[in-house]
């Protein structure tokens, strides 16, 4: 993790070494940047009247959503995750004009990157520069966000991996991104839109220590990084001229903030995705007047030279305590604490900057 980061808020925050502390002493520090910055102006993208483009089916992605949680538990190495990987690559192939697997190690265990590439409107090739959005589908083995009753009892990571295991469903935190990028896929397979697109299943994202190896984290992010190490091997993804990571898009009461990270290493993304989302009527949820720092799979992207933002429910701690998605690492991360209008908010919104983009 970065040293920018660490003082504020970390998506991977491992609660056992507060456990003991009061919730609020996560706050950030001093010397952190305010979580709350002044209000800036968003050019707001006129509607193109001429643009016509599949609607988002939101009640296809809450099935996906649905199914994917009903293998159980994804975390790395269980059966669970086994299982939604050969359905995430059954529904890509589907859809997608080329599917690529991306497969390494860690600690012995397998991690798979399923990524779809889908050409521009009238071409048999991929795109140089396509659009990248991307979402993790693993599952964390451990519930240790702040409102989780498990966390009181202390996690450890150690050589042998967790102390012990309390595995979340992962409805949001997991299920909720690939939900929706697997009914985005089916639309652009309907109507290809004029630039080219790659979708990207990472894993690994949420498996071990957000704090280890001297806080650049270890057995986490290990999708991402791969995908952003191993770009210059896979001419078929071409050099994305921006990325859009979903993460934690299903919960019920959604709102996204202005994630300070991507704002610093992509603000020309964030602000055509806000703006779009707000030409779309959807400014209730994208509130581009509050911020948070996170640390995501967004940063391996971002440090590769693509500038990439993440939308995420913001994590339950400062002011966002109640208004951030609650049930964060926890076992009650459950399809019932999600909805198909969030996802429609999301999906519609991501869809509507992909039609509009000109190569
Ligand atoms: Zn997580």
Not at 16 to 27: F, G, M, Y
């Amino acid at each position: 993790m970065r040293n920018s980061v660490r003082v504020g808020i970390l998506l991977g925050f491992v609660w056992l070494s507060i456990a003991s502390c009061q919730r609020n002493s996560v706050e950030p520090s001093a010397n952190a940047t305010p979580n709350t910055v002044a209000v800036q102006p968003i050019s707001t993208p006129k509607p193109v009247e001429t643009l016509k483009r599949p609607t988002f089916e939101s009640d296809n992605a809450f099935k996906h959503l649905e199914k994917q949680c009903a293998f159980g538990p994804r975390y790395l190495g269980s059966e669970g995750h086994t299982k939604c990987l050969e359905f995430l690559i059954a529904e890509m192939k589907k859809y997608a004009d080329k599917v690529i697997l991306q497969e390494s190690k860690y600690r012995g265990m397998t991690y798979t990157n399923v990524i779809g590439v889908f050409y521009p409107e009238g071409s048999k090739e991929p795109s140089k520069t396509p659009v990248l959005l991307l979402s993790h589908w693993d599952t964390r083995p451990i519930a240790d966000g702040p409102n989780s009753a498990e966390a009181q009892k202390g996690f450890r990571y150690g050589a042998k991996g967790w102390n012990r295991l309390a595995p979340i469903p992962g409805a949001n935190d997991g299920a909720s991104g690939g939900a929706v990028l697997l009914e985005l896929a089916r639309i652009l397979k309907s109507q290809p839109p004029k630039v080219g697109v790659v979708l990207a299943l990472v894993d690994g994202e949420d498996y071990g220590d957000f704090r280890g190896n001297n806080g650049e984290g270890d057995g986490v992010f290990l999708g991402s990084r791969l995908l952003a190490a191993k770009l210059k091997d896979y001419p078929e993804i071409g050099q994305p001229t921006f990325g859009i990571l979903l993460d934690m898009v299903g919960g019920k009461n959604l709102i996204f903030v202005k994630e300070e990270n991507s704002h610093r290493f992509a603000p020309g993304t964030n602000e055509k995705v806000f703006g779009t989302a707000q030409s779309l009527g959807y400014g209730d949820t994208f509130r581009f007047d509050e911020s948070q720092w996170v640390d995501d799979d967004h940063m391996p992207l971002n440090r590769a030279g693509i500038p990439t933002i993440d939308l995420i429910h913001p994590l339950p701690f400062a002011e966002f305590e109640q208004r951030g998605y609650v049930y964060w690492h926890t076992q009650q991360d459950l399809p019932e604490k999600c909805s198909a209008k969030s996802l429609k908010i999301v999906g519609e919104t991501v869809a509507e900057v992909l039609y509009r983009e000109t190569p």
